[in-house]
Nanobody, 117 residues
Framework: QVQLVESGGGLVQAGGSLRLSCSAS????????MAWFRQAPGKEREFVGE????????DYVDSVKGRFTISRDNAKNTVYLQMNSLKPEDTAVYYC??????????WGQGTQVTVSS
């Protein structure tokens, strides 16, 4: 079992920055790829990006490339989502998840990010 807790969300003006954190407890965090998703009102949950267990590899959805950066600190069992140049369309609830064999069995409760224009 893995427990995930996101934090760092809030209200920010367009062009601003936020850093989200996802703290994990339970099973061995450092062995898993970690992912970030988001869900805007009335829309389906969307993959934002992910980071390999070592942190050496990342992948992002095209809409956030060059603006968002995922990193991790395995010693702290924490993964981060640095969001720069935020746009109103980035407004959503952001979730972190553990990827295990291509599936996402563990999710956090989400943190709200609101970007005002």
């Amino acid at each position: 079992q893995v427990q995930l807790v996101e934090s760092g969300g809030g209200l920010v003006q367009a062009g601003g920055s936020l850093r989200l954190s996802c703290s994990a407890s339970g099973r061995t965090f450092s062995t898993y790829t970690m992912a970030w998703f988001r869900q805007a009102p009335g829309k389906e949950r969307e993959f934002v990006g992910e980071i390999s267990w070592s942190g050496s590899s990342t992948d992002y959805v095209d809409s956030v490339k060059g603006r968002f950066t995922i990193s991790r600190d395995n010693a702290k069992n924490t993964v981060y989502l640095q969001m720069n140049s935020l746009k109103p369309e980035d407004t959503a609830v952001y979730y972190c998840a553990v990827r295990i064999r291509g599936k996402y069995p563990y999710w956090g409760q989400g943190t709200q990010v609101t970007v005002s224009s």
